[in-house]
């Protein structure tokens, strides 16, 4: 064994050349005979080598020098021609994935949305960014199966959809990280706008009063007896005197909800903030969310109903969808699919709208609630006929003004009755969810009627659902409405100077807004709210056409 030789049990092999047979030529028998002697010898050698060099492991190839691995290269073709056949509007074929709206950092992540999240995947290995999505239903994110009828039949985690996912034209994509920067510049929101909403907040944060089984909800006709000096479940309730409250209903379904939609349409849900925030009310929103789900019908041809009217029941349900599709949380989709089940049980088969009780004749208020609930289902992931939504179209049919359906854009409360500014704006936003396209005469007629009545008359209803038709119209219509024809009249400038600073003995109210007619200053500092979030709560649902 110590006779390994120093080279690693590598010998040298002399080439001999063969020798030149001449008139002195040598006898062949000969040469063979020492050819055969010399291959004998130098086969054992190199036998003996090979097994000495395994014994210690020490073995190699003979080094070859093999010829570097052929490379080609492919030129791309810059030639690309747009798609001449894609009919669909908002659908550009040459913008990645097919985002109306793209994310700004290079790589695309179905799942769960995080308004505080970092460009990028945090903790990710460096690697080449790519735009392919997990498997689908991994992680909780996009690719889920739909509930089925029967239990265990369907994914449970993660919502249905894909390579788009949340992403879809009228999504929650927007209220993410850098995406709701973005869309809040250029949809024409600041920093003002986004102080007033941070105070709005904070408003409804210390109007929230504790409920049974660690659970928040809010009041419409008695906010003022669970005031905090700290947001919830922080500091102490002490009521005051309020002589400005503007209703008189009893609602806690409905305020509940109405307290809910800001924090979820600011991207606070019930998970906690994956970064520091100034104000974190992921508790307040889960336990909203829980009071909610406890107050669900279980069973009985009331199941699924939240309690209330079906006006407070579409208001409950758009909270909850809003909540699954923002989470992916399966707490939160059993109770919305139920929800939206509920919806669609109390339709009126004949006319195709809602009203305050199950089946009845629809009246346009109340349809808009439903139908919104209803889109925020399908942006889930959840289940929701089409055959449903069509029976809406029917009934929009019926309560759109003039000889002409479809062609003058004014709405009224209900069938054959005159068109009012309120409804109309609920009636196009409808028509618009129900796919209308921008060109529509009937649209383009509501346009030119909500132009007409600016933002500042002091109808909160009717700003809320015109301030969405607007923004999804975008262009000229949306550049009028959000900031006037002067630059300062406009939807954003009208609700900021109308946010209530709290002077003096109404320190309390710091932060409220104006009330509204039937809901008082619960209802309208919510639908305030929720205007100056507009600029990120929703993906357009157009794409914008170049001039």
Known sequence: MSNVPSDNGRRSISIVRAPTYGTEGVSLSKFLAVWALSAMINGGLLVFGFVIASLFGLASAAEIDEPDPVSTTEVEDNSRQPDLTNTDLGLDDQVQLNYNVDR????SVPGKVDPNAAPGIVGAPETTPMNVPLPPGSGGGTGGAPMMAEAGTGQMFGTIGGMGGIYSAGGFGGRSGSTRVKMLQEGGGNKLSEAAVARGLEFLARHAATGASNTAFWSLNDYNRFYRTAAWPAGK????QNGMAGTSRPNKIAATAFGLLPFLAAGQTSKPPKEKVQHDYHKLVAAGLRYLVNNQSKSGNDRGNYGGDMYSHGLATIAMCEAYGLTSDPVWKASAQLGINYILASQDPAGGGWRYAPRSAGDTSVTGWQLMALKSGQMAGLVVPKANLKKVERYLDSCEAGTSPGARGGYGYMAATPETPSMTAVGALCRQYLGVNPRNP????????????????????YEYYATQVMHHM???AWKFWNEGPDGKSGIRDTLIRQQDQGVGRHSHQLGSFTPDAAGGRMMGTALSILSLEVYYRHLPLYQQLEK
């Open 104 to 107: 700004i950092e290079e790589v």
């Open 474 to 476: 975008g262009g000229d």
């Open 442 to 461: 009937s649209l383009l007629a509501s346009i030119k009627k909500l132009r007409a009545i600016p933002p500042g008359r002091g109808n909160l209803y």
């Open 237 to 240: 309730v002490q009521s005051y």
